[in-house]
């Protein structure tokens, strides 16, 4: 068996393992399995561009100018492990693009010519992943009429924090918030169209550093950030990457794209260095990252629960009621059959999932704080209530 038939027979078990009920979603794969495209139904994809390790020696090493080599050790395994958690939240899958190829062959995140120093197979690759990226971008739009991109990184930078990338260097991130929030910065931002849309009129240096900020949802979750309200910007000369070609070229900074990006450099420790820090941040994301587009968006966050349970499709208007005085909640399900729902709060800290048989159910919800909670379940149940 070859070095790179074992690495690629390891990349298949892996993400196999890592991507459950593969039933649901197709998988592609480009010219000799070096780039993959798993088909999601949530309106988030994820990239891993530099986690690839195969070294095939059909395609030379990368030595032309401005080529970078080193690999973002253990991206790729991070973003099967994000999808993981979004589908254990969800049921549903993200659309994921995956890079297998290692960056001494291909940078992905590159413009063509430093990605493939001009070899003709490194350049095929080069196509396919951007190609995936596209049609995962046209579905979500098609399915959702929104979407959210995060490209996953690794750095390797002193300072332990998660790096977001949204198009926009340490002096713009530095600005007062009447500074930051013209239509050039804007603009000049992976979030354009979430700035020019949200849900809460929200500006850009809000979505970048203010309360329901993703920096902020992360870092008030032990995962340091910048920009987030805790840290809103690098200080002079510390290191940060402003978000890369892949950003830059598959954002709503492109006028004619409405689907927003952030470039998400991870530090090593406790983050992807083992199976336990990447299960452990997957699912911190991938809560926060639900949340976040749940509070932004307009549209409805999916409810993949409506394509499984066929017998109620049919269903409209489910009641439910809380009831402060002994902490439950109460809900009449209109139609027959297995209902599921969701609660969440508003930090996006709690969040799970019920399923129940009966038309008439009684949820006992002693254990929850006070705060503001989110139902969400098939059919049209949808709606907070407020645990006093
Ligand atoms: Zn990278």
Redesign the pocket.
Known sequence: MTTSFSLRLYLLIFCTIAFKNLSVSQTFYGTNSFTEYRQGTLPILLTA??GGTMVPLSVPNRTCNGSVTAP?MYTEELACEIDSSLFDLTGCHAHLVLCHLARIKVDV?RPVSIASCGNTLATIVFNEFHKFIDTAQFKMKQQHNYGFYADI??HSHSIQRLELGYGLDTTQLALSPSSLNTPANVNSSSIRNLVNTNFNSYTLSDLLSGPFALGTLLASSGYSAVPSAQDPYPLGGQPYFTGGYNIQVHSSMVASNIIDAVQIETQYNGVRDNPISRKKFADTLAKKLLYFLNLHYNQPTPNCIVTTLKENENETHPLFFFDNTNKTLNIRFQTEGEHTIFIYGTSGDFWKKFTFKERNEELKLHDLSPGIYFIKGSGSLSGKFIIQ
């Open positions: 561009p530099h973002d995140n990184h690794g």
